[in-house]
Structure formats: C-alpha cells, structure tokens
C-alpha cells in the first residue's frame, strides 16, 4: 500500500518553509488536492499526514521546526478530506488528535487509521501517549457507534525500546537547550556538545527531571550498545564502553550521567548507538487495548524509523508473547486482527482470509518455536545504508499466490508478487 503523502505535495507546490509561515493560497490548495486525486488514479491508497500543531513533537523538520503538516489548518484538512470522498475510496492515517481524525472521517466518509493507542505507562519515539488508553477506547468507541465514524486505532502492541545517535534522531527535540545542541553538521554538534556552559543546563535540566532522558527514558539505563568501528579509536572505546548502561559508567568514571554518555558519543564522533530499556507493557493493559473493538495490532514504522526501532516484529510478537505466553485473546481471534481487520480497514478487496478462489498468501507456522531473534545491525539498503532487524524463529513456510518464497525462514528466491494499485487490482 503506497498512501499519497502530503508533506511533498506542499514542498512541491509551494515553498515549504514560506508555507509554514502563511500556509497556502485557495490556488495551491486546490493545486494539491487535484495531485492527490492524480495519485490516487494511479494506485494510491489514501494519504497521510502528521498534524501535531505548532509546537510539533520529537519528530521534528531538519531546522528544527515543526513539519510542514503540523501546521495544517482546518480548512487544509477539510480539502484535503473532500478531494478523497470524491474519488469515493481510500483511507486516512494520521498522527494527530482523536478531534482532528473525527473530522477528517466527517469530511471525507472514508475510515481513518489514528496513531496511536499505547497502553497507559507505554512510551515510544513520540514521547508517550496523549491520552490514556481508556480515554482514547472510549472516545474511538463514541465516534464508531454513536456517529457512525469509522476510525481505527494503529495500537502499540510490542514492549518497546529505541536506538538512537546524536547525529542523527535523538529523542530530544521537545526540550530546548538540547535542540539547540543537535541542530547542524555533525562538526557543529560536536562543538556544542562539548561546551561546558551547555552541559551544565543539560545537567540541571536531568536532574529536575529527576534523571529522566528524552522522551521520558532514565539516563542511567541507556546503554552504549555500539560504536561504529569508523569511529576515532575505535576498538579502545568499544572495549571500554560497548554493552555498559550510562550509569555503569557514570559510577566508574565519577562523572555526571550527561557528561559520561557526551564524552563516550564526541570521542565516537556521533557515530555511537545508544538503546533505551526496554518498555515492558503490564499484560492486563495489553489485554484491554489489543482487544479494543477498535484496535489494529501494529505500529511498525516499518518505513520511518528503521535505524532506531524494530518494532516491524508486531505480528510474531503478538502470537509468540501476547497469546501463547499471556493468553491475552485466542489465537484465531489474533489471526482476524492481524489479517482480516487491517485488511477491511484498509479497503483491501480479497485480503486477510483463507477461502476458495481467494489469493493463496499463507504462512505456515511452528506455534511452540515462533519467537523473535535478537536485534541486529544490517547494511544493506542502497548506498550501504544501515537498518536494525530482528529476524524470526518458527516460521517454516511462507507462500505467495501459491508459491512458496522462504522455507525455515531462507529465502527460494521465488518472487510470485505483483505490485498491486488500489482500487484497480
């Protein structure tokens, strides 16, 4: 599934920075709309978009700003939302408010899937939820039965852990003196890193916090979990770092918690990967919320964040720890939400099911041994470019439109697929 993005649409109608400032004129409006139709022709499934206002959240543009999307008004949205009821199918994703996706699903008469429901005490890159599980169940469960809206919710159902560099995505961008640091070259980040005055609001602000690091994690339970062997001597600081917890570190250097893990990323010029504790979700809260009448299992982000996060391992996750080691739903009831549901939801047309006539995409399954391995460092994205995976234990056959494509998790190199376009296939 391939959704028409609207932060391109903007850069490519209109200058991205000067519509931060005064958003769009009617014409380009209605310019971008006529493209997202145009996509949707060709196979798009929907759009998406992050729409957290001005103040925007961790994830934020290259200069520090909120992205182009989080300052969406409404009448953007509202546009946005009749151009796709005019082409009388698709779906919206959205990272924003319950009030934002209500409207949206008003507007357009398509279903909307709402990022994201996260058991209460969860966190994940975006800082934890903005609201409280029951909070966010009741209020998706008004706009479904009482309104007759259709909005899923993209739930949280992995115990969560990121990585995370100072050259790159850090968990940081919501608290200023950090921001300030992080923004520039990795040369001038490093500078700024190193400057006393600026670790000394850096340490204040831990402390006031009470230890608290980024997005809500402890600083003393992050742990230095690699450093790059480009790195200026490189296995001397692996040696003496790699696989210890800041606090470890800390306790042995006599230093404060900031300036030991500071010291340990400038003497790896950034290129040294830290990893949060990992968020383990009581059951009883993943029970409520993977049960939700209105949950899809999920929250991958698959696509946006795989150097930091591989929480793409959700469907193993959910059978191998939630069912067979929790007992939080039936098995067949995990099936129906990791095959039927998301494909309803989606508008996929013969997906999630196994009957006659259907497209045969099964996966054959060991229930004792399905597990998820450990988390590894691969660089085999074009350019070399680095991604974390888990690889999978217990899947002994994966089949697409009748032929099989892995045995015991190796590939055959059989490539059955096609590319299908939504709404036409």
Avoid at 9 to 29: E, F, I, N, S
Avoid at 106 to 126: F, K, M, T, V
Avoid at 295 to 319: M, N, W
Wanted: proline residues 4%; glycine residues 10%; negative net charge.
């Amino acid at each position: 599934m391939a959704f028409v993005p609207l932060a391109p649409l903007y850069g490519y109608v209109a200058d991205t920075d000067l519509v931060k400032a005064r958003r769009v004129t009617d014409q380009q409006l209605e310019d971008m709309c006529q493209l997202l139709i145009e996509g949707m022709d060709v196979g798009g499934c929907g759009w998406s978009a992050q729409v957290a206002g001005e103040i925007g959240n961790v994830q934020l543009d290259h200069d520090g700003t909120p992205m182009v999307t989080d300052f969406m008004s409404e009448r953007e949205v509202v546009a946005f939302s009749r151009a796709l009821r005019t082409v009388g199918r698709g779906v919206i994703q959205l990272t924003g408010s319950l009030d934002i996706a209500a409207l949206m699903a008003r507007e357009s008469g398509r279903p909307i899937i709402w990022n994201a429901l996260l058991a209460d005490g969860a966190l994940n890159q975006h800082g934890g939820a903005a609201y409280s599980h029951g909070d966010a169940i009741k209020q998706l469960t008004f706009y479904n039965e009482m309104e007759g809206l259709r909005i899923f919710a993209q739930a949280l159902t992995t115990n969560f852990v990121s990585e995370f560099t100072f050259e790159d995505y850090n968990l940081l961008d919501t608290l200023p003196c950090w921001k300030e640091a992080l923004l520039g070259t990795v040369e001038e980040k490093q500078v700024k890193l190193a400057d006393p005055d600026r670790r000394k609001a850096m340490k204040e602000l831990d402390d006031t916090r009470g230890g608290l690091f980024g997005a809500g994690y402890v600083t003393k339970e992050i742990k230095v979990n690699w450093i790059s062997s480009d790195a200026p001597d490189a296995q001397t600081i692996k040696e003496r770092y790699e696989g210890f917890t800041i606090g470890e570190i800390a306790a042995r250097e006599g230093k404060h918690p900031v300036d030991a893990m500071l010291d340990i990323a400038c003497a790896g010029n950034l290129m040294v990967g830290f990893a949060t504790k990992l968020i383990e979700t009581p059951p009883a809260s993943m029970k409520e919320i993977a049960n939700s009448p209105v949950a899809l299992p999920g929250v991958s982000d698959g696509g946006a964040h795989t150097k930091f996060v591989t929480t793409a391992r959700y469907p193993t996750e959910l059978i191998s720890y939630w069912v067979r080691e929790h007992e939080i739903m039936s098995l067949e009831a995990a099936h129906w939400r990791l095959s039927s549901y998301p494909a309803q939801a989606a508008g996929l047309k013969d997906r999630g099911f196994l009957r006659e006539g259907a497209p045969a995409d099964i996966i054959v399954y060991d229930y004792e041994r399905l597990d998820s391995g450990p988390q590894e460092r691969l660089w085999d994205y074009p350019g070399g470019e680095m991604r974390l995976v888990q690889k999978a234990t217990g899947y002994e056959r994966i089949i697409v439109n009748g032929v099989t494509t892995f045995i015991d998790g190796e590939c055959t190199d059989a490539s059955p697929g096609r590319l299908l376009r939504h709404g036409t296939d």
